[in-house]
C-alpha cells in the first residue's frame, strides 16, 4: 500500500501558519516531509539533492533577498524561478520582500477540438 503525501510528513506544524500561507500546502509538506524524495515524487514537484524549484513572487518593486541563496534559472518581474534548498524553504518565506513561493505551474496539453468548441472554429 502507497502513502499518501499526507501521511509521508512527520509533522507539518513544525512550519508556521504564516509560512505555510507564503508557501502553500505542497511545499509546506515537502519541508516537513519524511521523505522528501518521495513526496515531492508524489506532487509532482521538481526535487533533487535536497534543493526545490520554486517562483518566488516579489513585492512591488522588491528585489530579491540576498539570503538564503537561490540558483536562479529565469525571472520576469515581480516572478523568479529558482531552485533552492528545501530547508531554507521557510527563510525565504519569510522574508520582507517575499509575497509568495510555490512550485511552477506545469502545461497543461490542450484538447483543440474542446478548445474551440462545436464546430471547431470553422
Known amino acids: 500500500m502507497t502513502a499518501t503525501?499526507?501521511?509521508?510528513v512527520s509533522d507539518v506544524a513544525t512550519?508556521?501558519?504564516d509560512v505555510r500561507e507564503r508557501l502553500g500546502d505542497?511545499?509546506?509538506?515537502?519541508?516537513?516531509?519524511?521523505?522528501?524524495?518521495?513526496?515531492?515524487?508524489?506532487?509532482?514537484?521538481?526535487y533533487a539533492e535536497g534543493r526545490v524549484?520554486?517562483?518566488?513572487?516579489?513585492?512591488?518593486?522588491a528585489n530579491l533577498p540576498s539570503s538564503p541563496p537561490l540558483d536562479v534559472e529565469?525571472?520576469?518581474?515581480?516572478f523568479?524561478?529558482?531552485?533552492?534548498?528545501?530547508?531554507d524553504l521557510p527563510a525565504l518565506a519569510r522574508a520582507e520582500s517575499v509575497r509568495?513561493?510555490?512550485?511552477?505551474?506545469?502545461p497543461v496539453a490542450a484538447?483543440?477540438?474542446?478548445?474551440?468548441?462545436?464546430?471547431g472554429g470553422t
Open 111 to 119: 484538447d483543440l477540438a474542446t478548445a474551440l468548441g462545436p464546430g
Open 26 to 46: 505542497r511545499l509546506s509538506g515537502l519541508v516537513a516531509a519524511d521523505d522528501r524524495s518521495t513526496f515531492a515524487d508524489a506532487e509532482e514537484l521538481a
Open 100 to 106: 509568495a513561493v510555490r512550485p511552477p505551474q506545469s
Open 5 to 8: 503525501p499526507t501521511e509521508m
Open 80 to 87: 523568479v524561478q529558482a531552485f533552492v534548498a528545501v530547508d
Open 15 to 17: 512550519v508556521s501558519d
Open 53 to 61: 524549484r520554486v517562483v518566488v513572487e516579489l513585492a512591488a518593486g
Open 74 to 78: 529565469a525571472r520576469h518581474d515581480p
